[in-house]
């Protein structure tokens, strides 16, 4: 009954930037927290930025200081600001989010279908 959807990727060249959003629809009660994360071919999904309803965030060392993580709370999105891009950042970059659907300090955890970054040299 929730649903996230990623949206901004596309082609862009080296040092260039992009904006990914993160839409959440569905029952939904209180996003906990919400994640980027990262799959390149031949590699493991890795964490590339997280945020916690505090507001706290966290980033890789690869992307410190290039990309910044943020959220709507009223209108259920998330984004991902990213800045100075390398081809080494090239990937399906994935939204994830703790979402609680009823009242209570519980959630779940939803995964968006990707949305492929290709940054070129």
């Known amino acids: 009954q929730v649903q996230l959807v990623e949206s901004g990727g596309g082609l862009v060249q080296a040092g260039g930037s992009l904006v990914l959003s993160c839409a959440a629809s569905?029952?939904?009660?209180?996003?906990?927290?919400v994640g980027w994360y990262r799959q390149a071919p031949g590699k493991q999904r890795e964490l590339v930025a997280e945020i916690t309803t505090g507001g706290a965030t966290n980033y890789a060392d690869s992307v410190k200081g290039r990309f910044t993580i943020s959220t709507d709370t009223a209108k259920n999105l998330a984004y991902l600001q990213m800045n100075s891009l390398k081809p080494e950042d090239t990937a399906v970059y994935y939204c994830s989010a703790n979402i609680a659907i009823v009242n209570g300090p519980f959630g779940y955890d939803y995964w968006g279908q990707g949305t492929q970054v290709t940054v070129s040299s």
């Open positions: 569905g029952t939904i009660f209180n996003i906990n927290a």
